[in-house]
């Protein structure tokens, strides 16, 4: 009765019918996406590829893993922010996880020194100040190399590991960094500038 009273009133059954499809259809896939949420977060929960205190990068966040619900993943980036992470993303997309199999972590620390500088001196340095650092392991050791003659000095690069990658690496740069500084300081090791050297051609007159 009430059908055929709507087009008493000046309703088309015709475009109703359309509305109420539309409609349904934009219900199934919200619920869609939404089951498909709740099964990924059951996927992440069994196989554990993701657990708590997991250092994970997704896209354009990174951050430690501090909740996994049935529908989403919560990361807390070192700023404090907090991103929820829909599960099906995190099944369906690349996942760097810096903490599945080990929560160690290798840093590389860049550092130019001039010319004529006593190579081996240097990178001594650069051991004992990353050695130094409560973060830095002991094992594996800090090792440092020498990358690259370039145009200004002589690059050398300093790789150490820490166990607590959450705590980010800031800190342990600067800390490494000051102690370089201060030890160059002290040996008379030159940290040098860019420099260039332009040569003037006479020519006839």
Do not use: C
Request: charged content about 20%; proline content about 5%.
């Amino acid at each position: 009765a009430v059908l055929i009273g709507l087009p008493l009133v000046g309703i088309d059954l015709t475009m109703l019918s359309v509305f109420g499809g539309a409609l349904g259809v934009g219900l199934g896939f919200g619920l869609q996406k939404i089951a498909a949420n709740y099964v990924s977060g059951f996927i992440i929960l069994l196989d554990r590829s993701i657990r708590i205190g997991d250092t994970i990068s997704v896209g354009t966040d990174r951050g430690q893993v501090t909740q996994i619900t049935t529908r989403y993943t919560v990361l807390k980036s070192l700023s404090g922010v907090e991103a929820i992470v829909p599960n099906e993303v995190l099944v369906s997309s690349v996942v760097d996880n810096e903490s599945y199999t080990d929560p160690k972590m290798r840093v590389a620390l860049p550092v130019q020194v001039a010319y004529g500088t006593d190579l081996e001196r240097a990178m001594a340095i650069l051991v004992a100040a990353a050695a130094a650092q409560p973060r830095v392991l002991a094992d594996p050791e800090p090792k440092a190399f020498v990358i690259a003659f370039a145009d200004s000095g002589i690059n050398l690069e300093v790789g150490f590991w820490i166990g607590d990658p959450q705590n980010g690496t800031g800190q342990v740069r600067s800390d490494i960094n000051l102690a370089v500084w201060k030890a160059f300081k002290a040996e008379g090791i030159e940290i040098p500038f860019p420099q260039r050297e332009v040569r003037i051609l006479g020519g006839s007159a």
